[in-house]
């Protein structure tokens, strides 16, 4: 085992890229989640259904644990990378966070422009 490996043998940088694909998932996920909340409340305001709108603050709640979550897992994902990341890494890092930016924003706009992030 070398010492760019972890205690189950598999390379740290492997290991590294699959936790920031787990990472984008659940952004993505909680973009999924936001986006149906927002057309929940759309309908609210259409309806006035008042069991609708109860269930949309229990989502905001959800999604709001969502967020805890998603920055604990950043900020653990940093804190052990941080003293071994090259300047590179930590560009590559601000490109992913970019670009999941960007993915959440058209999920909750639907405006495909905001894509554009993605090719840059």
């Known amino acids: ?19 920031l694909e787990q990472l984008a998932l659940q952004v993505e996920l909680m973009g ?5 909340n927002l057309e929940s409340m ?10 609708l709108a109860a269930q949309a ?3 905001a709640d959800r999604i709001d644990a969502m967020n805890v979550s998603l920055t604990e897992r950043c ?3 940093l804190r052990r990378e941080a ?4 300047g590179q890494a930590l560009d590559r890092i601000s490109d992913h966070a970019a670009i999941l930016g960007a993915r959440i924003r058209y999920l909750i706009t639907g405006d495909p ?6 090719v840059r």
């Open 1 to 19: 085992m070398s010492p760019a490996d972890s205690a189950d043998g598999v390379p740290l940088r492997t290991q590294y890229g699959a936790e």
């Open 32 to 36: 999924v989640v936001v986006d149906d």
């Open 42 to 51: 759309r309908r609210v305001l259409l309806t006035g259904d008042e069991e």
């Open 57 to 59: 603050v229990s989502a």
């Open 75 to 77: 900020y653990e994902l």
């Open 83 to 86: 003293p071994v990341a090259a």
């Open 113 to 118: 422009s905001h894509l554009a992030a993605e």
